[in-house]
């Protein structure tokens, strides 16, 4: 088995994950200041906005930009994908990874609502964290079937199929894409290029989800240069800054419309 080569350069798992978060707030913006702000998405119609952007350039502009952020965005899912499968791979504990985890989900919801639908109570869809909790789930029922026959590799299919189905039924943002992701990178990790290029394939076959996600291989060039090391890491701060970013982008949407 190939295993990741450790270099003295290239970007280390803080590093990817500060990549994410940059991709992250990208959509972020998109969403919050031009969707729901400057375009009020949540007020007009379908047609509306095609009139609005016909006879309007600035509306044109801030809809062309709001759909490049979007598709910015799906590049932190094939990160925090991998991030996942290299954070299950070195965990000491993959139950306390879990909660880790989960807590941050958790955390994360009500400024994400803030800052994607401008209120704290939002039901129409969850924040993408729980998409790896899902994932999580996932990599534990994969460890009951642990052989590489037939019977268990349907099973961890089964578990897969599964696993979409709840992040359809539960409205988690990207969360069949970001378990589909994992999946592949799961069944190919330590594999090095070849996981990439296995990622990036699947990444398109995600345009089934969202045509977004034609865009999402551009963050396996972030991945190409994992050098295998963890990087300067502050546990509290990492854990904090999805929802603080979300807080700020919320906060800034709500004092700007």
């Known amino acids: 088995m190939e295993t990741v080569r450790k270099r003295s350069s290239g970007i280390s798992s803080n590093g990817l994950r500060t990549w994410g978060m940059f991709f992250l707030l990208a959509g972020m913006l998109g969403k919050s200041i031009l969707q729901n702000g400057l375009l009020n998405l949540g007020a007009v119609s379908f047609g509306q906005l095609l009139e609005q952007m016909q006879t309007s350039r600035a509306a044109m502009l801030y809809a062309t930009l709001a759909l490049l952020l979007q598709a910015m965005e799906t590049c932190a899912v094939p990160i925090f994908a991998f991030l996942l499968v290299e954070g299950v791979e070195h965990t000491s504990s993959l139950r306390n990874y879990a909660l880790r985890v989960a807590g941050l989900a958790v ?139 979300l807080l700020v982008v919320g906060a800034a949407g709500r004092l700007l419309f």
């Open 107 to 245: 955390l994360s919801e009500l400024p994400y609502n803030l800052a994607t639908s401008g209120k704290l109570l939002d039901t129409t869809s969850r924040n993408p964290v729980f998409g790896l909790v899902v994932c999580l789930v996932m990599v534990y029922l994969y460890q009951k079937f642990p052989e590489k026959n037939a019977p268990h590799l349907l099973l961890r299919v089964l578990v897969t199929a599964a696993a979409v189905i709840w992040c359809s039924m539960l409205s988690i943002r990207y969360g069949n894409s970001t378990v589909v992701l994992f999946a592949a990178l799961w069944a190919f990790r330590g594999k090095g290029s070849f996981q990439s290029l296995v990622g990036s394939a699947v990444s398109i076959l995600c345009c089934i989800f969202s045509l977004f996600f034609m865009a999402a291989p551009m963050g396996f060039l972030a991945i190409h240069f994992y050098n295998g090391e963890k990087g300067p890491e502050n546990r509290i701060v990492d854990s904090l800054a999805y929802p603080a970013l």
